[in-house]
């Protein structure tokens, strides 16, 4: 079965940083692309960013302030966040990407909130 | 600026069917954007419904299709239950890397 637990949010002023982490288990995690995605309070999805063998590519909400990475070896994706802003408030899911090719979410995490606030 | 667009809201009776839509602001969705929808309960994670246009997520129940209908990407419900009532998204690859989410349509059952 596949599990994808964040962790790694909370509270943090405009202008500061945060790392988010998303441990995986139940697959072979090297086989495949992953993303975040998130929700802001009483809004819709939005794709952040996703890895995989062609790249790093993101929304360009984030470009420039966002950095996805991963650690095979630990079966564990990040999202390092810099110069957070109040608009990127938001629930962050981590979630598998399906097969290669395919270009869909497949499995998601239960989400980590984070507040930008002074 | 590319814009997915849905339907902010629907109503479907107990039983009946049911067909969202999921457009581009500019141009048509065809196969090759891939697309995929998800379904989102309050204070839950989304669930994978439909991939790569009409390919059902495992356990899903063949109450749910996808499709293309004209322009659009569509999800049909038939045989629409109480619990369906949810936030449906779609989602469009739109090449380089890049997925755009739609606004969602929050599905009522009534």
């Known amino acids: 079965e596949v599990q994808l637990l964040e962790s790694g949010g909370g509270l943090v002023q405009p202008g500061g940083s945060l790392r988010l982490s998303c441990k995986a288990s139940g697959f072979t995690f090297n086989n495949y692309a992953m993303s975040w995605v998130r929700q802001a309070p009483g809004m819709g999805l939005e794709w952040v960013s996703t890895i995989s063998t062609a790249g790093t590519f993101y929304a360009d909400s984030v470009k420039g302030r966002f950095t996805i990475s991963r650690d095979n070896s630990k079966n564990t994706l990040y999202l390092q966040m810099n110069s957070l802003r109040a608009d990127d408030t938001a629930v962050y899911y981590c979630a598998k990407r399906g097969l290669r090719g395919t270009y869909y979410f497949d499995s998601w995490g239960q989400g980590t909130l984070v507040t930008v606030s002074s | 600026q590319t814009v997915v667009t849905q339907e902010p809201s629907f109503s479907v009776s107990p039983g009946g069917t049911v067909t969202l839509t999921c457009g581009l602001s500019?141009?048509?969705?065809?196969?090759?954007?891939?697309p995929s929808w998800y379904h989102q309960t309050p204070g839950q994670a989304p669930r994978t419904l439909i991939y790569?246009?009409?390919t059902r997520s495992s356990g899903v129940p063949d109450r749910f299709s996808g499709s293309i209908l004209g322009n659009k990407a569509a999800l049909t419900i038939t045989g629409a239950q109480a619990d369906d009532e949810s936030d449906y998204y779609c989602?469009?690859?739109?090449?380089?890397?890049?997925?755009?989410f739609g606004g969602g349509t929050k599905l009522t059952v009534l």
């Open positions: 790569t246009t009409s």
């Open positions: 989602v469009l690859y739109m090449g380089s890397g890049i997925s755009v």
């Open positions: 500019s141009g048509s969705v065809s196969t090759s954007h891939f």
